[in-house]
């Protein structure tokens, strides 16, 4: 993975079949788990599927998408079955677990049919478009106790794992303030215009607002609101500018914003994202009473009066082992592997909360309370 994970790397990375070699799990040799691929819409699709394939311990028995010409590119690729019926999915004992690729306002009904058929569940990020709906959803998976995690590949970065453990060590001190960026040139470039002679490999409905949710500014900053509050904890309010620019994808698509945010901890942050930056060469600032730290062209600068040799004036390059992608840990969990780092059902909805409150507060042009 490239040390600083953004959406391009990170679909070049999967797309190339990369980081390919599973952990052991507790299952013995040649018995292999059983998958299905429900929806095919979403633009890192390539890239699970790919890395599925490279998973000699997983079988993909059957792919359903409501648009079947995407079901059956990958099920081609996969050497699986194409279905155009969900209920062969969820009653098929063999399958014992989904990975939910589909547009994000289906995400609903499809997890909810899968907790109750009790299957596991890899659903890629957002989990949902409201809060209410990815917090009944998040309530659903964990009722049917099932294995469950997201796409937010940026926690395998070992810079942010490293600063996580700094801030639980206490080397800032106090946190006065932390910033993420997360942005590209995806409206600029068209990443999301409609390929009519490629429809498996059109993502031009993560452009739509009824079927995404959210624009560019809750696309990708969803990734690094998840590395602020998993490094800071909840959020107490936000108050956010959210913007469309060129209209390349229609007056009600939103292509950048940027979010105050205040934490129920007591930092101030802000969180910057969208598809119009042509560079994203700074992506994360913490600072504190004792320490600051900041990523910057992927190398990361710290400096902490708390920790010997941390003088904050070369890249720090003592950092922890990176864990393997989300969908790899996602499949060492329901292999056996019981330390994998997922991502939890309330993670995940509390995400799409946060984010909700940054849309309506950019709509009212005030402080809007979270939850």
């Known amino acids: ?6 959406r391009r790397s990170f ?10 070699v599973a952990s052991p799990s507790l299952r013995a040799a040649g018995d292999k788990s059983t998958f299905a691929l429900v929806g095919c819409a979403h633009i890192h699709t390539p890239g699970f599927v790919n890395l599925l394939k490279g998973r000699p311990d997983v079988t993909v028995k059957y792919v359903w998408d409501h648009q079947v010409v ?17 209920d062969v999915i969820w009653g098929d004992p063999e399958v014992e677990a989904v990975v939910i690729c589909s547009e994000t306002d ?5 997890v909810r049919a899968a907790a109750r058929a009790g299957k596991h569940l890899f659903v890629e990020k ?15 998976i964990d009722a049917a106790k099932v294995h469950f995690t997201t796409g937010y590949f940026m926690r395998t970065d070992p810079k942010h794992l490293f600063l996580k453990q700094q801030v639980q060590n206490g080397a800032f001190g106090t946190i006065t303030r932390a910033s993420a960026w997360n942005c590209h040139s995806g409206s600029l470039g068209g990443w999301f215009d ?34 602020l509050m998993w490094i800071l904890g909840d959020i107490e309010s936000v108050s956010a500018d959210i913007r469309v620019v060129t209209e390349r994808y229609g007056p009600k698509t939103d292509e950048a914003g940027q979010a105050m945010l205040k934490f129920k901890g007591g930092a101030m942050g802000s969180l910057t994202a969208g598809w119009l930056d042509v560079a994203n060469p700074v992506t994360f600032m913490i600072s504190g009473t004792k320490g600051f730290a900041s990523i910057v062209d992927g190398k990361l600068m ?12 070369e890249p720090w390059k003592d950092l922890p082992t990176a864990p393997q992608a989300p969908l790899h840990q996602f499949v060492n969990a329901v292999r056996g592997k019981t330390d994998q780092p997922l991502v939890t059902p309330v993670e995940a909805a509390a995400r799409v ?6 849309y309506k507060s950019a709509k009212a042009g005030k402080w809007i309370k979270v939850g």
């Open 106 to 110: 289906r995400h609903p009904a499809l």
């Open 11 to 20: 679909l070049q990375t999967t797309a190339a079949g990369l980081a390919l």
């Open 194 to 227: 409609e390929k009519p002679n490629d429809p498996a490999n059109s993502w031009r409905w993560m452009a739509d607002i009824s079927q995404a949710g959210v624009g560019g500014f809750g696309d990708l900053g969803t990734h690094s609101l998840d590395i």
């Open 70 to 86: 995407r079901a059956e590119t990958r099920a081609k690729e996969l050497g699986a079955q194409v279905t155009d019926k969900l």
């Open 1 to 6: 993975m490239n040390p600083n994970p953004s």
């Open 353 to 358: 909360t946060a984010m909700e409150a940054m």
């Open 126 to 140: 957002p989990l949902g478009i409201t809060a209410a709906e990815s917090i009944a959803m998040a309530k659903a």
């Open 302 to 313: 710290f400096k902490s009066d708390l920790v010997p040799g941390a003088k904050g004036n």
